[in-house]
């Protein structure tokens, strides 16, 4: 069974820096992976996903991830936050068999700071 | 065009009771989920169902039940609420197993059901 791991339960940065969040998965066949953004009393809405491809890619807000293979990972990337990227983030990983069923992992809360 | 719809928004139950959470999407989606959401635990899929008339178990389906009548709509039930069951309760509809390259998105939301049983 896949499962994902991301790092960091909590990630504080100030306005303008840059930010990773960090993200693991553990599955022995091929994975589409995604990023999950959920603001405050809110549904999850989709940041990005790799399907397959380019290894590098792009999503809405500026936020950009690089899945790597070898390391199982699938990292979260952004050069420079603003106090509105504030907000809880998961990364997701779906089997390509499993009909659209996603595993999720615990979530990281970003909180930019001005 | 509303996309998920979830009601009611929130509740409030004691030990032992009832409710049935109800889940409304107007895509024409087949798939259809129901996940809690726990504090560092992230989202758990509770049952699931890949259309009308069928349903299946997820990761966390002890304590619930579901039922999918009409493809537009996805009930989840509980029959005698417990403490454990306090947490947020997220419904989502998505395409067939084509979803991810058919769709822009796998999974489409509800905004949540904050559900507190004392």
């Known amino acids: 069974a896949q499962s994902v791991t991301q790092l960091d339960s909590q990630v504080p940065v100030f306005e303008e820096a840059p930010v990773e969040l960090r993200c693991n998965y553990s599955s022995s066949v091929s994975v589409y992976l995604f990023w999950y953004v959920q603001y405050p009393n809110q549904g999850l809405q989709l940041l990005l996903k790799y399907l397959s491809g380019s290894t590098l890619v792009k999503g809405i807000n500026g936020f950009e991830a690089e899945f790597n293979k070898s390391q199982t990972s699938f990292h979260l990337r952004k050069p420079s936050v603003h106090i509105s990227d504030t907000a809880e983030y998961f990364c997701a990983v779906m089997v390509g068999a499993s009909g659209s069923r996603l595993t999720f992992g615990e979530g990281t809360q970003l909180t930019v700071n001005p | 065009n509303a996309g998920v719809t979830q009601t009611p928004k929130f509740r409030v139950l004691k030990t032992g009771q009832s409710m049935t959470l109800l889940c409304a999407q107007d895509m024409n989606h087949e798939y259809m989920y129901w996940y809690r959401q726990d504090p560092g635990m992230g989202l758990r899929l509770i049952h699931y169902?890949?259309?009308?008339?069928?349903?299946a178990k997820g990761e966390v389906p002890d304590g619930y039940n579901v039922s999918r009548l009409k493809k537009q709509n996805f009930l989840l039930g509980l029959e005698s609420a417990a403490p454990s069951q306090t947490s947020v309760y997220f419904c989502?509809?998505?395409?067939?197993?084509?979803?991810?390259?058919?769709?822009?998105?796998?999974?489409?939301f509800g905004n949540g059901t904050r559900l507190t049983v004392t």
């Open positions: 169902s890949v259309g009308e008339g069928t349903t």
């Open positions: 989502a509809s998505s395409y067939s197993i084509g979803g991810p390259a058919a769709d822009n998105s796998p999974l489409h």
